[in-house]
Every structure is written in C-alpha cells, then in structure tokens.
C-alpha cells in the first residue's frame, strides 16, 4: 500500500487541477485583463455601495439559513439515532429527495403550498374568514430562509445522525450517573461531542446558502442579490466579464478564508465506535418526542413533495395520468425529443459515473488529509463548491479546448463537473469518521502483523462505511440534480431528467406544465429507488467484513 | 468493495480514452455540421433528415445555454468554436454579437424571400430565421365574465380599472421581461415629461408584479394556470401553442395576445456561419436550408415563432389563433447594447427597490 499509496492518493490533486484550478484561472485572467492589461476601469465597480450590499446579504442570509437548519435538524438527528421507530429510514430518505429537486420545481411546489393563493392561505382565510391571502411570503427573507432550510435539512441531519449513530454513549451514560440532565446534558455532552459533526454540517450548509442562485432569483423574486447572483448577471447578461472575476475571487477568497478557519477550530475527537443498535421508544414521552419530530419533518419536506405529486395527477376533470401517459408521446416529432425512460437513463449512467468518480477520489482525498497537510488540502477541496457555476462553466470553455483535452461539447465534462460538487460532501461525509477512528487501533493490528493494505482494509475501511454510505447518497443526489456547473455545460442529445423538466417548463400549454410535474415525480422516485440500492449494498458490503 | 471501485474507475478511465479516440476519428467518412444553439430549439426530425439526404450531411446539435449564455461562450471560444453554425442570437444580444466579430459573411440566395425590415446586418454576417412578438396576453374567460375592457396601450396599464392584473418578467433575468422592458423605452422614451421610468413607477403604484422568469409569471401566476393575474407578458404565438398543447381543440382559444399598435416588441433570431469552422461550405449550405421553405414551415409548431421567409405557409392552428402586431414598439439593437447595463439598471431601483 505505501509504496503504491503515494502516486495514487495525488490523483485527486491532478482532478483538482486539471478541471478546477486550470479553468478557473484561466477564465479570471481572461476576465481581468482581457487584452493583457488590467481592465482597472471596470474592475473599479467592484467597489460600489450595491456590491457592498450584496456582500452584507450574501453573509447575513447564508448565517441565517445555516442556524436555522442546524438548530432544526439537530432535534430531529437525536430522534433518529436514539430509537428505531416505524419510518426512520423512510423519513431519512424523504428529507434528501428535497436536495434534488430543480429550485423552478421547489417554487412550483411552495406556491401550491405557501403561495397566496396556496392551501395554507386557503385554510387560513376560510378559518379567519378574510378576504384576502393572510400570508404574502413571495419576495421576502423569509421564504429564501424556508427555502434554504427545506434544501438543506437534509445536509445537517445526514451528516449529524451518519457520525451519531456510531458514538458509543459512554460519555453520556457517565454523565447520567454523574447527575447531568435535560439541558446540561445537551450543552456539556452531547453538543461537545458532536462538534465536528456540526461543524462540518455547518459549513457545508453555510457555503451552500452563501452561493445560493435560483432560490434567490425565482423565490427571491431579485430583490435581493447574492454574490452568485450578481456574478451571474454580469457574466451572461452584461458580459462585464472584469467584474464578474473580481466578484468570483471575492467569493472565493472568503470562503477560503472561512475554510481555514474551520479547519483550525475543528478538534480530532478520537472515541471508541460501535455498532449501536437503537431501542423503541417507550412510554409516551418517548413517543411524544418521536412523533414531535417525525411531523415535523413531515410538515417541512413531505408536504411540497406531496402537492407536487398531487399536481402531476391533477387533470381538467379531477385525476388523471394522462402527463405521465404523454411523456413518451413526442407530438410534434422534434428531434431532440427524450422520452423518459431515456432521460431516466441518462440521469441514471451520469449519477453512477459520477458516485464512483467521487468515492475514489473522495476516499484518496480524506486519506491524503489524514496524513497532514490538511489545513491547506481540505479548504482546497471545498472551493469547486464555493465557485460561482457560471463562472466555471465559462472556465470549462476557455481552458478545456485543445485536443486531447477538447471537453467542451463532450458528455464526459458532466460527471467531472458533478464530481467536483460532489467531492467536498464525500470528503465532509468521510473524514469525520476517519478522524475518529483511534490510532491505537491501527496501532495494535500493526503489531500483530497486519500490512498498511490490510489495516485500511479491516479497520479503517469498515468504520468509515456509514460515512461512505451518507457520500454515496449526497454525490448520486447531486448528480440526479444537476448542481452547480454542469447546468452551464454545453449539452448533445443526451438530456437528463432536470433538463428534460426545463425544456416541458419553457412552453406554454396545459400539457406541458402536467408533464413537468410528472417528470419531477419521476425524478424523486428515480433517486428514492437509488437510495434504496445504495443502502442495500452499503448493508451487504458492511456484512461482509 | 475496494476492488470494484478502481475496477469502476479503470473502466471510466478506459471509456475515456476511448471516446476521445472515436472524436479525434469521426469525420473522415461524412461532413457532419455542428448547429449550436440555445435551449429553447427545437425542429422536426424528419426536417433534419431530409437535409442529410439532400446534402449528405450530418447535423449535430449543441444546447449551449440559454440566449445570452450560448452567445458569450460563442465569444469565448472565438477563433476555436464548439460548432459550425450559430442559431439563436436576437436582436437584443445582436450588437454583442458584430462586436467581437465571430461570423463569417455569407448571403444566401434565398434571402429574397425575407422582407428587409428583418434584414438588420448589411454585411450578411447574421441572417434572419425567424421572428415573434413579445405582448400582453390575457385570459379571455376572466375578462369575458368581468366584461371588462381589453387595455389598448401601454399607457391604459397604469389605468385604475387595471390595478393589480398584470404580471411581468425581471427584464436582468428574462428574455420575454428584457423585450417588455424595451416596448416600455420604445413607446415612452428616456426623455420628456413622461418617460419610461415614469410609466414604471405609475405600473408599481398601479400593483404591478414582477417575477424573475416567464415560467413564474405564466405557470405561476397567470390566471389561466390557477394564478391571480389575468394579465401576463409572454408571447403573441402563446395563445396558438396553449390551443396545440390541450387535449382536446376547443372553440375558442383560452388565452389571447393584445396586438394594438405600440404595445408589443419583436424579437429577430438570427443564423451565422462560426469563424473558424472548418466546414463553411456546409454552414453555408445549413443556413440554406434553414431559409428554406421546409425547415421554415416547420418552424411555428417547433418554437412558436414566426418564419421570416414569406413564402412559408403557417399551419392551421397559427392562421386560427395566432396575431402578428403590425406596429410593434422599436429600438435599434446599437442602442440595446450600448444602454443595456444602464436600463436595467434603472428599471431595477424603480420596480424593485423602491426607486
């Protein structure tokens, strides 16, 4: 293993370079100096008082939604990890559906469900007996944050309960005898013990809300502005490429910063794992605690999914399947017509693809780390997902053109940019796992004889599969959702589902808006049933060892 | 585990290799032209064959982005570009376009067949394709039951009766709310005692309601699809589409479009042969063909616009339902360009933020 670990764990740092550092420098010096000088004049701008404005917001909103999801997901992961209940795992699948969907589809789904004139506002006016819409969420803080949460509950609750589930509860049982409760418990034990859990949750969340694009544009209605958004109306809209880089190094620049900061906090928490095995709930404060949280994430994830389900089924005349039935009906022959099984494929070959780029190199990457060099290599990776899409996307064109590295027009660039989105949750999912595994551990198998290859592969390997399992889901969800910026990438006729739903939603005609409903449907069982086999193989793989 | 994972990794690597091999070899045998083009394309595939049967060549095509995307990455591969022909660069993103200077002049003879009026490049560097309008639409049944008066003008708009009716486009984020923008400049102008900033607050007072994209404004809010809004900016050819995508052809269309004069702005899409494509003559021959009665005929059921070759025949459900705006609201593409930033710009501080 060392002798073959070497060159292999650097493959990673050439992914890196290659499709995001290359790119990326390459369209900012295009950007910055594009006949060779400093384009000073535009890049002046930068400094204007709305720039400002919109750095205060980015930061602000992205503190906002991150606390807020942290402080709702936590309760629900203490639910989750502490008893087996009926729905557990259905309701932990249920909360990363919400990730996948296209934000068009999300603000579909919220405006037949909060909208003024959704079932909410509904039932409260007929309650109140109002005239008009009680609640006018469109173009507020507030639904952004709702938005956000609903995204991103998903991220905390995966992370928190994958590196929970397997805490031995020593600490805390030593606490009990020792006199600690309710409260106590929480701020002295358990909070502390699941710091780099929460951290990493965190700042995956935080980077994720501070780049935040369309729920900003379409829910957001513009009128508020986050960096991204801004970059993306200088770049493709006034083609002001100067600002549009000087604005992408400040965004990046930040999250560096950010990143290095998180990574000096984050303390190595080496504790003894175990397989827990969660009791019932017993007794009805139990239960109450259980069913408390299960509506909950009930009321936050399952009800927009349901409208739209409800939508897709929803005819003229009550329901129908006649949008599912015509999805595989090309009416007007058009030669980019996909039917859904084939944009079903097509999501599907990319996911997969992408799920195994990402283990690989996001497994090299989270044993490269381990070795040191961590406080520069792991902001390094998180970067792809602090870098404005657009500005990628562009970077892809400018860098990526001479053969044989021609990937402009080809299909190959899609899961290379999903992987690049993909690879700081595997690492995020792996790492703190990694971490945790006591190095006397590794130690005592050396001792009694184990090579490096063995020990990765009897002790290492089998402790972190729970985290290999939470990266699995989160690089196949990603990829199921086109994140980031594969949506910029030039495509031939091979369109995936999201893409498939964008076309049906650019035309007019009741038909269309029914067949995009039932693609997203498709979409969210697409990547249940992908859950499903990636648990199933995660359980049979951890069998086995 | 392990082992199947690098077996997967291996196997990406091999098809890696694999298909840049099998793109460095392909075009030896037959011509292929790559057609790249924005999102919202669509043609016949027996169209398409056709041509490859007449000519012998291959068409590929590339979704490059939306409008204003496939155009800077068009600029950005200048020289060294992702395909043969460009389609899909309107009259708003025109200017950008001559600016950096990335298509090859070519007239095509069928050219006669097009009116000048749609003819905007006297170089010939971009040629017109197709056209239509960007206008009010409303939903009939709505007005029909309030027997309320259709709004003949932009101006009607700011009228009492009309408060809070219309729904429109974020102009910085949407094509059809940019062309909006441009019918307000056109019609009320940047100077004098009501100019079109004017117009704008007086619509805000007046409860308008703005939304980032066409897909919210029509698929959200307008009342046709369940919305509040009987009133929404979209397209003239919207009201034939909304007929040719029901399940049943009714009687009377459920929308229509207002075409009063100086109420609507026509968008142009325009074709060009990249510079540095290594297949002119076949770029030529593509645009040819798009000029051509066929690829034009097919083009209103496609992408719900208008053909620009005047002996094109529109099909039934465009000459029943479809309107074309005779005096539709103008402003040079010299001007879109150069005043865009500061337009948009302007229109965000008043509609959005509060002025």
Redesign the interface.
């Known amino acids: 293993m060392t002798r073959l670990a070497r060159p292999l764990l650097l493959l990673p740092l050439l992914f890196l370079a290659l499709f995001y550092v290359w790119p990326l420098l390459s369209i900012l010096v295009?950007g910055l100096a594009p006949d060779g000088t400093l384009a000073l004049e535009q890049l002046r701008q930068l400094f204007s008082p709305w720039h400002l404005n919109v750095l205060a917001f980015t930061i602000v909103q992205a503190l906002l939604s991150t606390a807020i999801t942290i402080a709702l997901a936590l309760p629900a992961a203490w639910v989750c990890v502490r008893w087996s209940f009926p729905g557990r795992s259905m309701l932990l699948s249920l909360s990363t559906l919400a990730f996948v969907l296209p934000t068009?589809v999300v603000?579909?789904a919220f405006?037949a469900l909060i909208?003024?004139?959704g079932l909410v506002n509904d039932l409260l006016r007929q309650m109140l007996a109002l005239d008009g819409a009680p609640l006018r969420l469109e173009g507020t803080l507030a639904i952004i944050l709702i938005a956000h949460v609903f995204y991103n509950f998903a991220v905390a609750l995966r992370i928190i309960t994958g590196y929970w589930a397997n805490r031995s509860t020593m600490h805390e049982d030593a606490a009990r005898v020792l006199g600690a409760q309710g409260w106590r418990l929480w701020w002295e034990v358990r909070l502390p013990l699941l710091r780099p859990a929460l951290l990493a949750a965190a700042a995956l969340i935080f980077i994720f809300t501070f780049t935040s694009f369309g729920v900003i544009?379409?829910l957001g209605?513009?009128?508020f502005s986050t960096l991204e958004v801004e970059i993306y109306?200088q770049?493709?809209?006034?083609?002001?490429l100067p600002v549009a880089a000087g604005l992408s190094i400040v965004q990046i620049t930040l999250m560096f910063v950010l990143m290095l900061v998180y990574s000096r906090l984050r303390q190595r928490l080496p504790m003894a794992l175990v397989a827990a095995q969660a009791p019932r709930p017993q007794g009805w404060r139990q239960w109450l605690a259980v069913s408390a949280a299960g509506g909950f994430m009930l009321i936050l994830l399952a009800a927009p999914l349901l409208a739209l389900v409800i939508r897709s089924l929803s005819?003229?005349e009550g329901l129908t399947g006649?949008w599912y039935a015509a999805l595989s009906q090309d009416v007007?022959?058009?030669?980019?017509?996909v039917p859904p099984v084939q944009a079903v494929g097509n999501s599907l070959f990319f996911a997969l693809?992408t799920t195994?780029?990402a283990?690989?190199l996001g497994?090299l990457a989270a044993s490269l780390m381990q070795r040191g060099n961590r406080r520069w290599l792991d902001p390094l990776f998180m970067l792809p997902l602090a870098t404005s899409a657009?500005t990628l996307?562009?970077g892809f064109?400018?860098a990526l053109?001479e053969?044989?590295l021609?990937l402009?027009?080809?299909p190959?660039l899609i899961p290379i940019a999903h992987s690049l989105v993909a690879l700081p949750f595997v690492v995020r999912s792996i790492l703190p796992a990694l971490d945790s595994i006591s190095p006397s551990l590794r130690e005592s198998a050396s001792v009694l004889g184990a090579t490096p290859w063995q020990v990765w592969?009897q002790i290492d390997?089998p402790l972190v599969s729970r985290g290999l399992l939470v990266a699995a889901i989160f690089a196949f969800t990603i990829s199921m959702g086109e994140f980031g910026a594969s949506?910029?990438i030039?495509?031939?006729?091979n369109a995936t589902i999201p893409v498939v739903i964008?076309?049906l939603?650019?035309?007019?005609?009741?038909?269309?808006?029914g067949q995009a409903m039932a693609m997203s449907v498709i979409l969210l069982l697409t990547c249940g049933l992908g859950f499903a086999v990636i648990e199933r193989v995660q359980r049979a793989?951890n069998g086995?060892f | 585990m392990v082992f199947l994972l690098e077996g997967e990794d291996m196997r990406t690597a091999m098809t890696l290799m694999l298909l840049l091999a099998l793109l460095t070899s392909v075009g030896a045998q037959e011509i292929v032209v790559t057609l790249v083009t924005h999102d919202s394309f669509a043609i016949g595939e027996d169209v398409l064959a056709e041509f490859t049967e007449n000519t012998g060549i291959q068409v590929e095509i590339l979704q490059s982005g939306d409008a204003g995307e496939m155009l800077n990455k068009a600029i950005l591969s200048r020289g060294n570009p992702l395909g043969d022909v460009l389609f899909g660069v309107d009259n708003s993103f025109l200017s950008r376009a001559l600016e950096y200077d990335i298509f090859l002049p070519y007239e095509s003879p069928l050219l006669e067949h097009v009116p000048p009026e749609f003819q905007l490049d006297e170089q010939f560097r971009v040629t017109p394709i197709d056209y239509g309008d960007v206008c009010l639409n409303y939903d009939v049944a709505w007005f029909d039951e309030r027997e309320l008066p259709l709004p003949q003008s932009l101006a009607d708009l700011t009228e009492p009766q009309y408060r809070g009716l219309l729904v429109v486009e974020n102009p910085a984020t949407s094509s059809p709310g940019l062309a909006f923008m441009l019918a307000t400049i056109g019609v009320f102008g940047t100077e004098g005692e009501m100019t079109w900033l004017d117009f704008w607050s007086q619509l805000v007072e007046n409860e308008v309601r703005v939304v980032s994209g066409w897909e919210v404004a029509y698929w959200g809010e307008f009342s046709h699809s369940g919305g509040e809004y009987p009133l929404v900016v979209s397209y003239a050819s919207s009201p034939p589409a909304e007929v040719f995508f029901m399940e049943e052809t009714p009687e009377e269309a459920p929308t229509g479009a207002i075409v009063a004069d100086q109420t609507c702005f026509r968008q142009i899409e325009f074709a060009g042969v990249l510079d540095g494509s290594e297949q002119v003559e076949a770029a030529q021959r593509l645009i040819d063909f798009m000029l051509d009665t066929r690829f034009q005929e097919d083009i209103p059921l496609q992408m719900f616009v208008f053909p620009v070759n005047q002996q094109a025949e529109l099909p039934d459900v465009f000459l029943e339902y479809a309107e074309v705006a005779e005096v539709p609201a103008a402003v040079s593409p010299e001007d879109i360009d150069a005043m865009r930033e500061t337009w948009i710009q302007a229109w965000t501080e008043t509609v959005l933020r509060g002025g």
């Open positions: 295009l068009v603000a579909a405006s909208g003024s004139r544009v379409i209605e513009l009128r109306l770049a493709v809209n006034l083609f002001n005819g003229a006649a007007r022959g058009s030669v980019l017509f693809c195994a780029i283990l690989v497994l657009v996307g562009f064109i400018v053109d053969p044989p021609d402009r027009a080809s190959l592969r390997l949506l910029f030039a495509r031939p006729a964008y076309r939603l650019g035309q007019p005609g009741t038909m269309n808006m793989g086995a």
